[in-house]
């Protein structure tokens, strides 16, 4: 069996889906709470890094004793369709927020996980019933922003996943609204998928104001999204966007108030190149 890089076991656990909690973090563990408490998950006999693992509807409960966005090797250890990492979010602004992304690094720096270069496999109808679900269940939350993040930090990982989030101040990893939206978010991803037209993602802000906007108005599902601050990139990375998409996307959505001139000329003659086809959103 295969043997995980950072993990005790040596055994692989097999269910339809995974949901990933961490004692190191304080949002993740609420979530996991109401979880067990609201969600029907009940004790298996199994264990994963000596923490008892909890399962409903061949979905599993896993609890890592590290930061989610170090977790390497954790999709070695799971024989599942999709990861969802339940996880706090942590806002230099104070803003408060209710998020979900794919995972990846699109440079060589590695300080938040992951590995250089390398883009986790995901899914755009995860993130699309994920995002819809935060959304719907954000009505105690009216102050809260919510919407998609960008692809960002690791862990890498060969099976789609993804990250929902919530957080902002310190003092909100304790909210449990916004715990509740967050677990309902992540069912959501791996019980009501939701897909539309499947899309990467290219330019604006870490915050992905525009791709949120097309979710929500049904124009398109997305998998990869690729900020400003991240270019200039090269053919091979933007291959890894288009194909570690596990609807493997045939469109790219550009953001065109959101990338330098000369990083979109060069943009687009990757992905005609590629024979992609390119929608220009503003």
């Known amino acids: 069996m295969v043997k995980a890089r950072l993990f005790k076991q040596n055994f692989v656990i097999k269910a339809k889906a995974a949901i990933l909690t961490s004692t190191k973090d304080t949002a993740s563990m609420l979530v996991r709470k109401i979880l067990l408490e609201n969600f029907g998950f009940k004790e298996s006999d199994w264990f994963f890094n000596s923490n008892p693992v909890f399962i409903k ?34 806002s230099k602004s104070g803003i408060n927020a209710l998020l979900t992304h794919p995972v990846g690094n699109w440079g ?39 919407g998609l993040e960008v692809t960002h930090h690791g862990p890498f990982s060969t099976k789609p996943l993804i990250f929902v989030e919530f957080g902002g101040p310190e003092n909100e990893l304790n909210n449990v609204s916004a715990a509740e939206a967050v677990a309902a978010a992540a069912i959501a991803a791996i019980e009501r998928p939701r897909l539309l037209e499947p899309a990467v993602g290219f330019g604006g802000g870490h915050y992905a104001p525009l791709f949120t906007k097309l979710v929500l108005s049904g124009e398109y599902s997305f998998g990869h999204m690729l900020p400003k601050y991240a270019f200039p990139v090269t053919r091979e990375i933007i291959l890894q966007a288009f194909e570690m998409t596990v609807e493997k996307p045939d469109v790219a959505v550009i953001d065109c108030n959101g990338i330098p001139a000369t990083d979109r000329q060069a943009l687009q003659s990757i992905l005609e190149k590629l024979e992609k086809k390119v929608a220009k959103k503003k």
């Open 57 to 90: 509807n061949d979905i599993i409960l896993v609890t890592l004793d590290m930061p989610l966005i170090h977790a390497e090797g954790v999709d070695k250890t799971l024989d599942v369709s999709l990861i969802v990492a339940a996880s706090k979010h942590v």
């Open 108 to 146: 060589s720096d590695i300080r938040q996980g992951g590995m250089a270069f390398k883009l986790s496999r995901t899914s755009c109808a995860a993130l699309t019933a994920s995002l819809l679900t935060l959304y719907e269940d954000s009505g105690s939350l009216r102050s809260w922003s919510v």
